[in-house]
């Protein structure tokens, strides 16, 4: 199974490489990175279930912790958060959106 960070994944590239990872059960999203978007951010750490989450603000990323606290995924923001999702340990692929 290949693991992927996804960083800018609510623009037009980053949900269309989610529409590829949605067919292709082999791949395993380990990182979401968007800008401001928490609504689509929220939807697809529902769908795909990575480790991390980063949102550049820290008030949408608070909005989004709350949103997030059922599940298992770390929320973080600014450009410490963006640095982590890109280095998530586990992602073998990193696709910049």
Do not use: H
């Amino acid at each position: 199974m290949k693991k992927i960070a996804i960083l800018g994944s609510t623009g037009s590239i980053g949900t269309q490489t989610l529409e590829i990872v949605r067919y292709n059960r082999d791949i395993q999203v380990t990182a979401l990175a968007a800008g401001s978007n928490i609504r689509l951010l929220e939807e697809q750490i529902r769908e795909f279930s990575p480790r991390v989450a980063c949102v550049w603000d820290e008030a949408r990323a608070a909005e989004l912790r709350v949103k997030v606290a059922d599940l298992e995924v770390q929320v973080v923001c600014g450009m410490d958060g963006l640095i982590q999702a890109a280095t998530e340990p586990e992602a073998e692929i990193v696709v910049t959106a």
